[in-house]
């Protein structure tokens, strides 16, 4: 049986709720606030989390209950920041997010609790539900734990939770995925947190936050520049300069100077050093309806039959996407599991590096790092050698 739950304590509006809401249903409740990042190991840092830090301590002196804060910036840099930092230097666009929910928060974050503050499960503000129950009630029956899709489908967040370990699901609550943002924020309001319910929400890379000199300037500071050519995917002639292949993604406007048209990448050649551009934000270069994937994470278990023949699932590779059908199998060349996805729907700038979620209903079955982009509309419609050929050199992250 739950008695004891310690909550993920962030200084926003979601965390406070699921704190509150435990402890309205008679829950011993912890706070915890987890320090990921140190604002010294940048220069000119302008780093938020001293205040978030403080606004976590306060939400917890008004809920009237224990307060800690427990330092994860080790395990974080090395878990999460070097892999990202390597997958950029590699011409690759990662969803550290995704890594640090998996790696830190419920694993190691989560282990600490378990082990150290003498709490059944941890309780965050994700939304998300479990097929355990709201208070985990179901745990005893002994079945697996499933991931599922929060009430709020515009709040999803279980792209973000797609690589969490069965062992780490059994543990966790999630108290506002069966509620919606709105009714999170006005139960805020009338508890005495309506300072929270009106505050922005946070936005960049996890626990690092947004930076008000852009993400280009930080990760400068760790990845060197290397300066390169920006050539035009139908002429073939260099249209401008970049810094570093690490700077940009697929899909994102570059400004270059004396151009009217809006310009966007549509394409990297890692080896030459290259970005391939195109214009318009709507150019047949930037949708694809095809890619594979390195080996899937699987919450549960692999799907029934995904190994003998195709499905039909949902997917999506970036949290704010409606979920798109698409025949997934795996790539029978490869002892891993790794997947061959065909969508119904082209989809525009699908980036290597990223998470393709995967989706049965109501729940999240897993996830896989996008490896290989299939041919563009662009590549297409495109019939000389010489333009497959461009293509392959493009995509060949």
């Known amino acids: 049986m739950i008695r004891r739950v310690a909550v993920g304590i962030s200084g926003g509006v979601d965390s406070a709720v699921s704190a509150l809401l435990l402890k309205k249903r008679g829950f011993e409740v912890i706070g915890v606030y ?13 780093c938020d989390g001293t205040r978030d830090a403080q606004t976590a301590q306060s939400v917890c002196e008004r809920l009237n209950i224990p307060f800690k804060s427990v330092n994860f910036v080790k395990e974080y840099w090395n878990d999460v920041f070097l892999n990202m930092l390597e997958d950029y230097q590699s011409g690759l666009t990662p969803n550290p997010d995704i890594l640090c929910n998996s790696k830190v928060k419920f694993d190691k974050f989560q282990k600490y609790c378990l082990d150290n503050l003498g709490v059944d499960a941890v309780a965050t503000g994700h939304y998300a539900r479990n097929s355990y129950g ?12 499933k991931l599922l899709k929060p009430i709020d489908r515009h709040k999803d967040q279980t792209i973000f939770l797609s690589q969490m370990s069965q062992h780490s699901l059994k543990k966790a609550m999630f108290p506002v995925g069966s509620i919606t943002k709105e009714v999170v924020k006005k139960i805020a309001s009338a508890s005495g947190f309506e300072d929270l319910a009106k505050k922005k929400e946070s936005m960049g890379i996890c626990f690092i936050g947004k ?15 290397r300066p390169g050519e920006i050539i035009d995917i139908e002429s073939k002639k260099v ?15 570059v400004r270059i100077g004396g151009l009217k048209d809006k310009v966007y990448i549509c394409g990297k050649n ?6 391939i551009s195109c214009y318009g934000s709507d150019h047949p270069s930037l949708f694809s309806d095809s890619f594979t994937t390195k080996e899937a994470h699987w919450i549960d278990r692999p799907p029934r039959n995904l190994c003998s023949d195709h499905l039909t699932l949902e997917y999506r590779f970036q949290n704010t996407h409606p979920l798109t059908p698409a025949s997934v199998r795996v790539s029978h060349k490869e002892k891993k599991c790794k997947l061959s996805v065909i969508s119904a729907l082209r989809q525009r ?20 790092v996008i490896d290989k982009v299939g041919p563009s509309l662009y590549d297409m419609k495109c019939h000389k050698g010489s333009c497959i050929k461009q293509f392959e050199l493009n995509k060949n992250y």
Not at 134 to 145: D, P, S, T, V, Y
Not at 211 to 225: A, H, L, P, T, W
């Open 349 to 368: 700038a699908i980036t290597p590096g990223q998470f393709a979620a995967f989706y049965l209903g109501d729940e999240c079955l897993g996830s896989a």
């Open 239 to 253: 249209i401008g300069t970049h810094n570093g292949i690490h700077q940009w993604t697929l899909g994102q406007r």
């Open 270 to 275: 890692v080896f030459k050093n290259e970005l």
């Open 134 to 145: 709201e208070n985990l009630e179901l745990a005893h029956r002994g079945k697996r734990a």
């Open 211 to 225: 930076r008000k000199d852009g993400f280009q300037n930080f990760i400068r500071q760790y990845v060197s520049d």
């Open 34 to 46: 987890m320090k990921n990042w140190e604002p010294s190991d940048e220069d000119n840092s302008i």
